[in-house]
């Protein structure tokens, strides 16, 4: 069993934040990582929807790639199927949520904090809920940022549009004079040097990445699913979108790891 890959997906390229936090904390484990490319953006559709996408992806990830342990590397995914996806499948499940609502309470210190995500995620109030059963001290401005996934897939971090939509949306953050920011959507790591020129540089980012990478160590520890040896881990990518913008995209956001993609098409 813990000769097995573990497996991930997401929307399209934000999950790869968490892929190369897995990679550096556990690099003799496996990792099949597939970008939903051809159906991004999660964030706008209805959670349901969001939730029959997430059911169809682990469903092949466990059945075609045997995978010993799941990781939601999308919030949205995680808003909208993480309870699900635990009651159908038989091997571990991790999400994002509860590990970034961890990361944000440890750095905060006035406790006014902010988190941003995509419609789909602030408004299922997951993250409200995640952060109240962490830290009942929290002043939580909870923003949905409609645009910037699509910023990051086209491979656009830093140009005056994205700033200008950046400012706009997260004026009310500036407002609310937080002092950490959680970013509650994997493709945001991607956007960190404009989010924080907005914010100002006494405000923290933070994301689930990390976090997250910790809580798979300790499940596969725990549960004995963890490999022994501690280097030669293999990551393979499959992508449903363009495979030369996978790679080409991909491997300048995720590192050497990624040298090619594979393209699954839905039946
Ligand atoms: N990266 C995903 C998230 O963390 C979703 C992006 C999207 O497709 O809207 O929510």
């Given at each position: 069993?813990?000769?097995?890959?573990?497996?991930?997906?997401?929307?399209?390229?934000?999950?790869?934040?968490?892929?190369?936090?897995?990679?550096?904390?556990?690099?003799?484990?496996?990792?099949?990582?597939?970008?939903?490319?051809?159906?991004?953006?999660?964030?706008?559709?209805?959670?349901?929807?969001?939730?029959?996408?997430?059911?169809?992806?682990?469903?092949?990830?466990v059945h075609r790639w045997n995978v010993?342990?799941?990781?939601?590397?999308?919030?949205?995914?995680?808003?909208?199927?993480?309870?699900?996806?635990?009651?159908?499948?038989?091997?571990?499940?991790?999400?994002?949520?509860?590990?970034?609502?961890?990361?944000?309470?440890?750095?905060?210190?006035?406790?006014?904090?902010?988190?941003?995500?995509?419609?789909?995620?602030?408004?299922?109030?997951?993250?409200?809920?995640?952060?109240?059963?962490?830290?009942?001290?929290?002043?939580?401005?909870?923003?949905?940022?409609?645009?910037?996934?699509?910023?990051?897939?086209?491979?656009?971090?830093?140009?005056?549009?994205?700033?200008?939509?950046?400012?706009?949306?997260?004026?009310?953050?500036?407002?609310?004079?937080?002092?950490?920011?959680l970013l509650g959507c994997t493709h945001?790591?991607?956007?960190?040097?404009?989010?924080?020129?907005?914010?100002?540089?006494?405000?923290?980012?933070?994301?689930?990445?990390?976090?997250?990478?910790?809580?798979?160590?300790?499940?596969?520890?725990?549960?004995?699913?963890?490999?022994?040896?501690?280097?030669?881990?293999?990551?393979?990518?499959?992508?449903?979108?363009?495979?030369?913008?996978?790679?080409?995209?991909?491997?300048?956001?995720?590192?050497?790891?990624?040298?090619?993609?594979?393209?699954?098409?839905?039946?």
């Amino acid at each position: 069993m813990a000769e097995r890959p573990i497996g991930m997906f997401d929307s399209g390229f934000g999950g790869l934040t968490v892929a190369r936090a897995l990679i550096d904390l556990l690099p003799g484990e496996d990792l099949v990582y597939l970008g939903d490319t051809a159906r991004y953006p999660y964030g706008p559709r209805p959670l349901e929807e969001v939730a029959g996408f997430a059911e169809q992806i682990a469903e092949l990830l466990v059945h075609r790639w045997n995978v010993k342990l799941l990781v939601v590397a999308c919030n949205t995914a995680t808003a909208a199927a993480l309870e699900s996806l635990r009651d159908h499948f038989d091997v571990p499940v991790v999400g994002v949520i509860e590990p970034g609502a961890r990361a944000l309470v440890e750095a905060t210190e006035t406790g006014r904090v902010a988190v941003i995500g995509t419609i789909g995620t602030i408004d299922s109030g997951a993250y409200q809920r995640a952060a109240a059963a962490v830290s009942e001290d929290l002043d939580l401005v909870a923003l949905a940022c409609p645009g910037l996934v699509e910023f990051v897939e086209r491979g656009e971090f830093a140009s005056e549009q994205v700033r200008l939509l950046a400012q706009r949306l997260l004026q009310p953050a500036v407002d609310a004079k937080v002092d950490t920011m959680l970013l509650g959507c994997t493709h945001y790591p991607y956007l960190a040097r404009t989010i924080g020129d907005v914010m100002g540089r006494d405000v923290v980012l933070v994301s689930s990445a990390d976090e997250t990478a910790f809580d798979v160590r300790r499940l596969m520890l725990d549960t004995g699913l963890a490999r022994e040896r501690r280097s030669g881990g293999r990551a393979t990518f499959v992508t449903t979108g363009d495979v030369n913008w996978f790679e080409e995209l991909g491997r300048k956001l995720l590192g050497p790891e990624l040298d090619r993609a594979e393209r699954i098409h839905w039946p």
